[in-house]
């Protein structure tokens, strides 16, 4: 199984200020096609996760654009260019390059 | 409107049988656009992929489950339904159903979740 190790664990945040999630994968999540099979979601509390970036970089609908994802191979990132108080939960990565899918172990972001 | 809405018993006793079902509103199980899937989330909040099928009857789960797990649909009742065989303590869980979006012909991300039914295996 690919194995997804997300850091930092928690990430408290001032409003306004930017965050930044890193996610890594045990191998390469590149396919020969040149996508790369990384996604991020948010988990608010008390709901259900929700899609916020596919295909390593690309918004889902109704996403804000201070959401924007990165990286290529085995090293992903969310970054958040500014925090918003509704923008609290836990955030995960999840490879989608080959069964089982595997998720990170998610990343609580905390208001300071 | 599009949503999906997990059933099914809140609590399960060990070594029995776990079953739900997913309604699907908004949207055909039979679209080809999707495949739909499980994944369940413990009280320590990893999320962990069940498996998923298709509108043909195609499956796939996870080998970590898969003696115990069958996913089927019933298209009459725009359905998926979950069973899980033998289950334990260590099952308590959310249990969530998603629909997968196919990108050039396998399934990839979730882009819709139902809000999960938690599902407690206790005597």
């Known amino acids: 199984d690919i194995v997804m190790t997300q850091f930092p664990l928690s990430q408290p945040v001032t409003p306004g200020e930017p965050a930044s999630i890193s996610c890594r994968s045990s191998q390469s999540l590149l396919h020969i096609n040149g996508y790369n099979y990384v996604d991020w979601y948010l988990q608010k509390p008390g709901q259900s996760p929700q899609l916020l970036i596919y295909?390593?970089?690309n918004r889902a609908s109704g996403v804000p654009d201070r959401f924007s994802g990165s990286g290529s191979g085995t090293d992903f990132t969310l970054k958040i260019s500014r925090v918003e108080a509704e923008d609290v939960g836990t955030y995960y990565c999840m490879q989608s390059l080959q069964t089982p899918y595997t998720f990170g172990q998610g990343t609580k972001l905390e208001i300071k | 409107q599009l949503q999906l809405q997990e059933s099914g018993p809140g609590q399960v006793k060990p070594s029995e049988t776990l079953s739900l079902t997913c309604t699907v509103s908004?949207?055909?199980?039979?679209?080809?656009?999707?495949?739909w899937g499980w994944i369940r989330q413990s009280p320590g909040k990893d999320l962990e992929w069940i498996g998923n099928i298709y509108y043909d009857g195609r499956t796939s789960y996870n080998p970590a489950l898969k003696s115990r797990v069958t996913i089927s649909l019933d298209t009459s009742k725009n359905q998926i339904s979950l069973k899980v065989t033998s289950v334990t303590a260590a099952e308590t869980a959310v249990y969530f159903c998603?629909?997968?979006?196919?990108?050039?012909?396998?399934?990839?991300?979730?882009?819709?979740w139902g809000r999960g039914t938690l599902v407690a295996v206790s005597s």
């Open positions: 998603a629909r997968q979006v196919v990108v050039v012909m396998s399934p990839r991300y979730f882009d819709l």
């Open positions: 295909l390593r970089s």
């Open positions: 908004g949207d055909s199980v039979n679209n080809t656009s999707y495949y």
